[in-house]
């Protein structure tokens, strides 16, 4: 090859080199802005929705009232005392935020019914302490349980079975 | 460093990650086999496709899948294919965990990582099969961006989302408070470990104001991440810390970020590695090692080499 035609041939790559690194950085450019859109989409949408994996990140963001509203599924034992039950327990789960789903929305009347989730929690026990189980609403006062307050300022129970034995 | 270099770092602790957690998560996210169909509400993806739950098989075949899927993505085997199959079925499979009425958030991060790096030229360095293409510093280079912005704005939404429901009572009164005394007691009543220490600072009231400023500013302050290597990686630093808190306080958990994974588009991943793989070649060890430096020319395996030039990529027909 000649000093002319390898020169050519150098020039040919660098040009097609640059118009590559062009198309490259227009489609990362494209790329970045989809991205940016879709993790920005759950809040501009109206209403906001939190989905997954593109969410609204709503956890702990909300105001709250001083005195806690608890939908609890508890152990009952054979003097009368609570046993706490674990998520696994409760709705099959090591997620507590699952399990407590799973216990407001039977204590709202949406899936199992309060009686259901009852059962299917005691029939988990058998052979455990408790010897009966309660889906109970418990009203607290959040900051001052941590400082002494343990007892519920009002309680409602849902449902009570016996855990078979 | 290379930016292919650093992509593919970013690759292999991401993916990685995801690996380890679907294997030690494995049962929990078989167990959604047998829930009962009255809970199931599905969201996103599965949202899409399903108006009721899988049969048990189809759960537990799925998640197999996904951690089969996810070894050829972790070495960057035929990435092109093996990346987009796994970030599917690792998004699957982790939408149809949330998909059980409650959306967590300890996830989303680790999903969206792995759907822009399967979009990416994340097999380029670092893998048994490194796929290169035209430009490639460049489209690696805008990846990482494409990464990093993902990172920062999922910081920035949380933020939002904190003003929107709790206004500036968010930042001046008293709903971090609150949130954190009923978050460990909801926990404690639910059988789960929380934190005493985060309870009983509950009832210290002036301590949350200036708690609740310094996770605004962490949050909507992500951005800063953005503009130079230097504040990206005092970012990192802080909100690594901020997550470090939230953990003492409330007991929860986020591992992606407190491994510092999250934060991957940050670090100088493949610098580290480069450094790792030089000691490792001066400490005597001649063997082949399985993943091959981006910079360092090899005997044709496959037929590339990472350290040929973008131009030399470009010429080749």
Redesign the interface.
């Given at each position: 090859m000649t000093g002319v035609g390898a020169s050519q041939t150098r020039q040919g790559?660098?040009a097609?080199?640059r118009g590559?690194?062009r198309?490259?950085?227009a489609?990362?450019?494209l790329?970045?802005l989809v991205?940016?859109a879709a993790?920005?989409w759950?809040?501009i949408r109206r209403p906001?929705q939190?989905?997954?994996?593109?969410?609204?990140?709503?956890?702990?963001?909300?105001?709250?009232?001083?005195v806690?509203e608890?939908d609890?599924v508890?152990g009952v034992d054979a003097d009368g005392d609570d046993v706490?039950?674990?998520?696994e327990?409760?709705a099959?789960?090591?997620?507590?935020?699952?399990?407590?789903?799973?216990?407001a929305?039977a204590v709202a009347g949406?899936?199992?019914d309060p009686g259901a989730l009852c059962r299917r929690v005691a029939a988990r026990l058998v052979g455990d302490d408790p010897v009966a189980v309660e889906v109970r609403t418990?009203l607290?006062d959040?900051?001052g349980?941590?400082?002494g307050a343990r007892e519920p300022l009002e309680r409602t129970v849902h449902a009570r079975c016996e855990v078979p034995r | 460093m290379t930016a292919r270099s650093h992509l593919g770092a970013i690759r292999l602790v991401v993916v990685g990650y995801a690996l380890a957690y679907l294997l030690v998560r494995a049962p929990?996210l078989i167990?959604y086999r047998d829930?009962?169909a009255?809970?199931f509400d599905p969201?996103?993806l599965v949202?899409l496709v399903l108006d009721g739950p899988l049969g048990s098989t189809a759960v537990v075949l799925l998640v197999l899948a996904a951690v089969i899927a996810a070894v050829p993505a972790l070495v960057g085997w035929r990435w092109r294919v093996t990346g987009p199959i796994f970030a599917v079925l690792l998004?699957w499979v982790?939408?149809y965990r949330?998909?059980?009425?409650?959306?967590?958030?300890t996830?989303?991060?680790m999903?969206?990582q792995v759907?822009?790096l399967a979009?990416?030229p994340a097999a380029a360095a670092w893998a048994i099969d490194r796929q290169v293409a035209?430009?490639i510093e460049?489209?690696a280079?805008?990846?990482i961006?494409?990464l990093a912005?993902?990172t920062v704005?999922?910081y920035?939404?949380?933020g939002?989302?904190?003003l929107?429901?709790?206004?500036w009572?968010?930042v001046t009164?008293d709903?971090?408070?609150?949130?954190v005394?009923?978050?460990?007691?909801?926990?404690?009543?639910?059988?789960?470990p929380h934190s005493?220490v985060g309870?009983?600072l509950?009832?210290v009231a002036w301590l949350w104001p200036p708690l609740a400023a310094i996770s605004q500013v962490v949050e909507l302050g992500a951005p800063v991440a953005l503009i130079s290597r230097r504040l990206g990686l005092i970012w990192s630093g802080v909100a690594w810390a901020f997550h470090v808190a939230i953990l003492g306080l409330m007991a929860i958990l986020f591992p992606y970020q407190l491994l510092g994974v999250a934060f991957a588009p940050f670090l100088p991943l493949g610098q580290w590695l480069e450094r790792a793989q030089a000691r490792w070649r001066r400490a005597g060890v001649r063997a082949q090692p399985p993943m091959s430096d981006p910079d360092t020319p090899q005997p044709s395996r496959m037929g590339s080499s990472a350290a040929r030039s973008?131009?030399a990529v470009?010429?080749r027909p």
């Open positions: 790559a660098a097609s080199e590559a690194v198309r490259a950085r489609a990362g450019m790329v970045l991205v940016a993790v920005l759950p809040v906001p939190d989905s997954f994996p593109l969410s609204t990140y709503p956890m702990f963001s909300f105001p709250l009232e001083p806690a608890m609890l508890v706490r039950l674990s998520p327990s409760i099959g789960t090591d997620e507590v935020i699952q399990a407590g789903g799973a216990v929305r949406q899936g199992d418990d607290y959040a900051i349980w941590f400082r | 929990h167990s829930r009962p009255g809970d969201v996103g949202a998004t982790l939408t949330n998909s059980w009425g409650v959306v967590l958030h996830e989303n991060l999903v969206l759907i822009v979009l990416s035209p430009a460049e489209r280079r805008w990846a961006r494409a912005v993902a704005l999922t920035v939404v949380a939002i989302a904190k929107r429901n709790g206004g009572d968010w009164g709903v971090l408070r609150s949130q005394a009923h978050d460990n007691l909801r926990k404690h009543l639910l059988g789960d005493p309870g009983w509950a009832g973008d131009s470009t010429s």
